[in-house]
């Protein structure tokens, strides 16, 4: 009987989790599972584009076979739909712009399939998310840092984990470069080697979101006004959910200078238009904070802060609040602060905290 660590690897039929499987097979009994969490006739699509399609399940599977592991498919459609589906209908539907990823992270990969591993006797689960960790023997805490390749981290979408989630949980590619990766899958024969990444939010692989929220929800969402940061009425827009902070195509109104989306306000199916200088704020609230790789601070701290998966980390001062939450300054304002979306701090490639932004936070 092998006396070797067991792990479930989560195998999204990507060349990532296919060479993170193969990276465990050194240490550890692997297991595969691709974790089906919807249909297409679900979120009513007619074709195979999705990275949970039946054929990124058999490239999964493909894998595993030539790897010589077991394979299994597990359903999370019902807590897929509450947790993230669910809740990327309504936050767009109440002015916000969320990231599911980070939803589908928190509730699926890292809470439901890490449940579903204790059930079947394994000791961890794996990803391929270019993330690592460590246990810093002075704090007693797991820590989460950003992907040695900083071009593909993806630290930001995993602020949410809880310690213990963390200390079950490896990151095989953590220490690799995309290309690294893409190598080793070609030296071993996987078929994925050279597959695309996916690029778009797995249940809305067009990137229309209203047209995916009205048809899912089966609600159009009604029209109301663009109006100026003094209230004056300026045109009407075509549905709250059609628009984000810092757009400024597809507004439908021609004006004597660029306009831009600065606010929205689902209570009064308002979205506010302003100059480019209206979008800079170096001030913003962050509510649910979790405070992973250190415990939270009593005094303001230094910090590197992200407002979005794509920007580099800028120097800010944080503030501790009551309620877990945070106020942070930034040295020099940011551009289309977006509520909704998450705020991630840094001390280098330390993650250390993160929650949701906040509306109505205070200009420069």
């Excluded at 054929?55 to 999964?60: P, T």
């Excluded at 200078?257 to 979205?271: F, G, H, L």
């Excluded at 170096?282 to 415990?295: G, K, M, Q, R």
């Excluded at 304002?333 to 936070?361: E, H, M, N, S, W």
Aim: hydrophobic letters at 35%; aromatic letters at 8%; proline letters at 4%.
């Amino acid at each position: 009987m092998s006396d070797r660590k067991k792990v479930l690897a989560a195998m999204s039929g990507g060349v990532d989790s296919s060479v993170a499987a193969l990276l465990l097979q050194k240490e550890y009994d692997v297991i595969g599972v691709t974790m089906r969490l919807f249909t297409n006739e679900e979120i009513q699509l007619d074709r195979e584009k999705t990275c949970c399609s039946l054929d990124d399940v058999e490239d999964a599977r493909r894998v595993a076979h030539r790897l010589g592991f077991a394979h299994y498919v597990l359903s999370f459609g019902e807590r897929f739909k509450e947790c993230v589906i669910d809740r990327f209908n309504s936050a767009y539907r109440n002015g916000l712009t969320p990231n599911p990823c980070i939803d589908c992270n928190r509730f699926i990969k890292f809470d439901a399939l890490l449940r579903q591993a204790k059930l079947l006797g394994q000791d961890y689960i794996a990803t391929g998310h270019y993330v690592r960790r460590r246990f810093d023997a002075v704090s007693g805490r797991y820590q989460l840092l950003k992907g040695a390749d900083t071009s593909k981290d993806q630290s930001y979408v995993l602020y949410g984990m809880t310690q213990e989630q963390l200390a079950c949980t490896l990151f095989p590619v953590g220490e690799l470069t995309k290309a690294q990766t893409r190598a080793l899958a070609a030296e071993n024969g996987l078929l994925n080697a050279d597959k695309p990444d996916s690029q778009d939010i797995c249940f809305v692989p067009d990137g229309d979101y209203a047209r995916f929220i009205e048809a899912y929800t089966g609600q159009v969402c009604p029209k109301g006004n663009f109006i100026d940061r003094d209230g004056h009425v300026l045109g009407q827009h075509n549905g709250i959910i059609r628009y984000t902070i810092g757009q400024r195509k597809g507004l439908g109104i021609a004006f004597g200078q660029p306009m831009y989306v600065i606010d929205k306000d689902a209570a009064d199916n308002t979205v506010t238009l302003g100059t480019n200088e209206e979008l800079f704020k170096d001030t913003v609230i962050a509510e649910e904070v979790n405070w992973l790789s250190v415990a939270c601070p009593d005094e303001p701290m230094r910090v590197e802060a992200k407002v979005r998966y794509n920007q580099q980390a800028q120097p800010a001062t944080l503030y501790p609040l009551a309620d877990d939450r945070v106020q942070v300054i930034f040295d020099k304002p940011q551009r289309a602060i977006t509520p909704g979306q998450a705020l991630v701090c840094y001390d280098g490639d330390l993650l250390l905290c993160g929650g949701r932004l906040v509306g109505k936070t205070a200009l420069s």
